[in-house]
């Protein structure tokens, strides 16, 4: 039987840097094989939540739970290399790829911790999903274009061959069609059973392919609701795709709309 509990879940996360908190006690949840966004505002603690959720800066309250098939793990202190080996992975937003490295050893690099494949084997899983690099794999990884290197790190998270993939605006500084072609991708790697959540400042893209979204403002939660329901609520609409949301980053709207976590039976299935 399929195990109906999120996926991934962290409550009451608190974290930042030296003396400054930037997270004051953010929740979010990924449904099992769901897709989740994060949005919010430069500066609302996206990138730090995503940090805190991989076990790159520490937690100073709150827990985070992984739940790969069976099993029931309490992340909240383990380094990232542990949270890798039980099916996490992570895409940062830079510096994602080593430039000097070729294609195929930047892929390779991601290629520890699973146990019963070799590397070959991996590396062909991922070309299958990524027949451009497949073609580029004796080029180096700094003479590739934008879109071509967000493919490799993305390709490069899931050697190891992860259960859930968080992301950090994965299509930045990308052209339209790029963007596309990355959703497109995230889309495909998603109804092969990886659950995402994809940090974006593209909102209406990611939202519309999201089970569920969450909006942060200066650290906390402010909104959240199915991907589809944000994108057309008049609030996050005025506030976050819309022109107003200078006020919002400034912390002049107080938050009371935060609702839930994603409950199993509201997910949106597409499969
Ligand atoms: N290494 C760091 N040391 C100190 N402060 C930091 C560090 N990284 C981020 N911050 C601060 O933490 C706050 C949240 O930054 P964060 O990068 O998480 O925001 P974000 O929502 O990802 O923004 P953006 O949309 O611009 O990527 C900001 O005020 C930022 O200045
Ligand atoms: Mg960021």
């Known amino acids: 039987m399929t195990d109906a ?20 006690g953010v929740s979010v949840s990924v449904p099992r094989g769901g897709t989740v966004s994060v949005i919010g505002p430069n500066g609302s603690g996206k990138t730090t939540l995503l940090r805190a959720l991989f076990g790159f800066i ?15 793990h309490d992340v909240s202190d383990l380094p990232p290399h542990r949270r890798t080996a039980l099916g ?10 080593f430039p000097s490295m070729t294609v195929r050893e930047n892929l390779e690099l991601g290629a520890f911790l699973e146990p019963g494949r070799t590397v070959a084997e991996r590396l062909e899983r991922v070309y299958a999903w990524f027949p451009l690099l497949a073609e580029r794999r004796r080029q180096r990884a700094g003479t590739l274009s934008g879109g071509e290197r967000q493919m490799l790190a993305l390709a490069r998270a899931l050697m190891p061959n992860p259960k859930l993939l968080l992301l950090d605006e994965p299509s930045a500084g990308l052209a339209p069609m790029v963007v596309d072609a990355i959703f497109e991708q995230l889309e495909e790697i998603n109804h092969a059973g990886i659950s995402l ?37 008049p609030k996050v609409v005025d506030l976050y795709l819309g022109g107003r949301g200078r006020l919002a980053a400034a912390g002049e709207l107080a938050g009371e709309d935060y609702e839930a976590t994603p409950p199993a039976e509201r997910l949106r299935r597409r499969r």
């Open 5 to 24: 509990r999120p996926i991934f879940e962290a409550e009451g996360l608190q974290a930042g840097y030296s003396d400054v908190n930037i997270l004051h």
């Open 58 to 72: 520490p937690l100073r309250g709150g827990r985070v739970v992984f739940r790969p098939e069976g099993a029931e």
């Open 88 to 97: 996490i992975g992570f895409v940062p937003q830079l510096d994602n790829v």
């Open 197 to 233: 959540m994809i940090v974006e400042q593209n909102a209406r893209r990611s939202l519309a392919m999201s089970d569920w979204g969450y909006v942060l403002e200066l650290g906390r939660n402010r909104f959240s609701g199915p991907g589809p329901d944000l994108l057309h609520d």
